[in-house]
């Protein structure tokens, strides 16, 4: 269907950062096409252009401010144009933005985002610049209507916020204290997803364990697991992220009873040393995390462990790097996210003495990576020859005439099509191959 450009207002969203800024947009979405904008994948034909950032790492800022820079050109040719920055970044630099560039119409923090409809009416009406940026949520926002981007897996947050101040960690002070969602809002929303046909939902906090610790309810997130178990509209339910200091025998045990919720455990370590957690503020230790570890590989012999590692922290010295590097032989995880330790300002580590030199935290990270992916291959390999069960996502990206699912483990599948699959079909694949990011099988 052709839009009538007369009568229709197109958005058009760029959305940089983790699940839950791209939940964010989606909740962007849903109250822009209450007041008649339609969204455009073409930035040239928009009347309103969003960058939701993040400011996790220096690399995103730099790609961002370099974006929003380049939007000058499409605002000399459309005045009207209405561009806004939102989100992480928006909420650390607010008057930066505004002052340095003074074609954005609109800065707006993480805080705020229930109100955009209220404040694109503002612009529409003033146009002039405006900063919508609290300090800090004094409550849990109202829930907003939401645009999903795909129709078999959907994010559902359960918490906005974290309380844990990792010395590394801009979250804290761009997302606010941690405040939950009522059960009541989370299995509402997981039922509504079920009646539209989504099969997965992927329950979204910055750290998912502590769901409820702020809660009027008498609540915890294994209780939160137990209930949405019963939602027998939804096949299978994942969630992140879990901070393993929090991450106890109760929640472990109401998985393993539960029928839904998947077997793939991501459990970010970030440092195989316990001076360098210690120094993070992580809150455990390695023997501790060996203990978890063991006890979920104990309860759950199939599952899949993941995790996410920091290269070239503050201090980091070569044997505590070879620490992390032995720890990660020790373990084998099936796949580890690895990042570069980034300086960020506001942070008790960028002001630690003892930076690492980039060349250094860059051959850290190769090495890293090389252990890594030999492991992830060495673990998929065993899966040759054996039948998965598999949630058919579509048709592959890079191939049209292959299909692509996850396992319940959350391990990526190709098969060639045969027609008798479609998308949110559970169906099962016996492996041929295993790669170090992707097993191809076929359909059985």
């Known amino acids: 269907m052709e839009l009538d450009q007369k009568t229709t207002k197109l958005f058009h969203t760029i959305t940089f ?38 400011c996790v790492r220096e690399s995103a800022e730099k790609k961002i401010y370099g974006k929003i820079g380049e939007l000058k050109r499409l605002k000399l040719v459309n005045p009207n144009l209405i561009i806004g920055v939102v989100g992480c970044m928006a909420q650390k630099d607010k008057d930066k933005i505004l002052k340095k560039y003074p074609h954005v119409n609109l800065v707006m923090g993480t805080h705020n985002t229930h109100q955009l409809v209220e404040l694109i009416n503002k612009v529409e009406q003033s146009r002039e610049p405006v900063l919508a940026v609290w300090d800090q949520a004094k409550r849990l926002a109202p829930d907003v209507p939401t645009v999903r981007k795909g129709q078999i897996s959907a994010w559902v947050p359960i918490m906005y916020g974290c309380n844990n ?28 997803l079920g009646s539209e046909g989504f099969k997965e939902v992927t329950l979204l906090g910055q750290n998912v364990n502590s769901y409820g610790k702020d809660s009027e309810e008498s609540i915890d997130f294994a209780d939160l697991l137990h209930a949405a178990d019963q939602v027998e509209s939804i096949a299978r339910i994942r969630y992140m992220t879990s901070h393993p200091r929090d991450m106890n025998d109760k929640v472990i045990d109401t998985i393993r009873k539960s029928k839904k919720i998947c077997e793939h455990f991501h459990l970010p370590i970030q440092a195989g040393s316990d001076t360098i957690l210690e120094r993070m503020n992580r809150g455990y230790t ?19 462990v993941t ?35 980034s300086q960020r300002s506001g942070t008790p580590a960028a002001k630690y003495p003892d930076q690492i030199p980039l060349p250094t935290k860059k051959a850290r990270l190769q090495q890293l990576m090389a252990v890594q992916n030999e492991i992830s291959l060495e673990i998929n390999k065993q899966l040759e020859g054996s039948v998965v069960e598999v949630l058919v996502e579509g048709p592959s990206k890079n191939d049209e005439t292959k299909f692509m699912g996850r396992t319940r483990t959350n391990k990526i599948v190709l098969w060639q099509k045969t027609g008798q699959e479609q998308a949110g079909d559970l169906v099962n694949i016996q492996i041929d191959t295993a790669q170090t990011w992707v097993l191809k099988g076929q359909l059985i």
């Open 286 to 304: 390695t023997s501790y995390y060996r203990e978890l570890i063991t006890k979920i590989r104990r309860d759950f012999p199939n599952a899949s």
């Open 165 to 192: 101040f990792c010395t590394y960690c801009i979250v804290p002070y761009v997302r606010g204290r941690e405040r939950s969602r009522s059960l009541d809002s989370i299995l509402t929303e997981m039922r509504q």
């Open 17 to 54: 950062g983790c699940q839950m800024n791209l939940n964010d947009s989606e909740r962007l979405a849903g109250q822009l096409r209450t007041i008649g904008y339609e969204a455009t994948d073409d930035i040239e034909q928009a009347n309103l252009i969003l960058i939701n950032t993040c």
């Open 307 to 341: 995790t996410d590692l920091i290269v070239g922290f503050p201090g980091e010295t070569e044997e505590q790097f070879l620490e992390t590097l032995q720890f990660l032989k020790d373990i084998r995880y099936d796949a580890a996210y690895t990042f570069l330790y």
